[in-house]
T-cell receptor, first 112, second 114 residues
Framework: DGGITQSPKYLFRKEGQNVTLSCEQN?????MYWYRQDPGQGLRLIYY???????QKGDIAEGYSVSREKKESFPLTVTSAQKNPTAFYLC???????????FGPGTRLLVL | GNSVTQMEGPVTLSEEAFLTINCTYT??????LFWYVQYPGEGLQLLLK?????DKGSNKGFEATYRKETTSFHLEKGSVQVSDSAVYFC?????????????FGAGTRLFVKA
């Protein structure tokens, strides 16, 4: 099946801990994105990558880091510097043409 | 800057009622416009889109028309079902030197009662 997978579905973070959210795609899409969704709010862009080994900050990059070593993978690390990490995190891709976004099922991050 | 404004929810309707969710946008240039739907606990999925003025996007009984003169892209459905209960996001996409950037509205939650 072609698609985007995110793991885990739920993730718990302790104070001072870094955690990494996985995003994998087999759509052969070049561009990948990370969004944060808070209750009752729209999506806010954290980081995006148009091509392997390159990525740019979005609107709320502070406290997050990413890497793009492979076309298929775009992991997001939530660092201890992110003081309010509880949210629903969505990974997305765009294919050729670049307009329509395809989303993974999301990871819900909770702080213990 | 570019932005999307959509009506606040929640919207609560009875089954078979008519649905309208308003969406207006501000953009420099000529964006493409989208409606995405999010079912509980899931990611977003594309519902419909329109790429130029006067285009009508449609899917699963939902429709929206790209109105440049009123900068609007209102979502409509003639007869909603319980299974339409979800959060609906209006969005615009603009190309730039860094690729395309998508801006989402805040989302409108729809509850449909049997």
């Amino acid at each position: 099946d072609g698609g985007i997978t995110q793991s885990p579905k739920y993730l718990f973070r302790k104070e001072g801990q870094n955690v990494t959210l996985s995003c994998e795609q087999n759509l052969n899409h070049d561009a990948m994105y990370w969004y944060r969704q808070d209750p009752g709010q729209g999506l806010r862009l954290i980081y995006y990558s148009q091509i392997v080994n390159d990525f740019q900050k979005g609107d709320i990059a502070e406290g997050y880091s990413v890497s793009r070593e492979k076309k298929e993978s775009f992991p997001l690390t939530v660092t201890s510097a992110q003081k309010n990490p509880t949210a629903f995190y969505l990974c997305a891709t765009t294919g050729q043409g670049g307009e329509t976004q395809y989303f993974g099922p999301g990871t819900r991050l909770l702080v213990l | 800057g570019n932005s999307v404004t959509q009506m606040e929810g929640p919207v609560t309707l009875s089954e078979e009622a008519f649905l309208t969710i308003n969406c207006t946008y501000t953009a420099t240039g000529y964006p493409s416009l989208f409606w995405y739907v999010q079912y509980p606990g899931e990611g977003l999925q594309l519902l419909l889109k329109a790429t130029k003025a006067d285009d009508k996007g449609s899917n699963k009984g939902f429709e929206a028309t790209y109105r440049k003169e009123t900068t609007s892209f209102h979502l409509e459905k003639g007869s909603v079902q319980v299974s339409d209960s979800a959060v609906y996001f209006c969005a615009l996409s603009m190309g730039n030197t860094g690729g395309f950037k998508t801006i989402f509205g805040a989302g409108t939650r729809l509850f449909v009662k049997a």
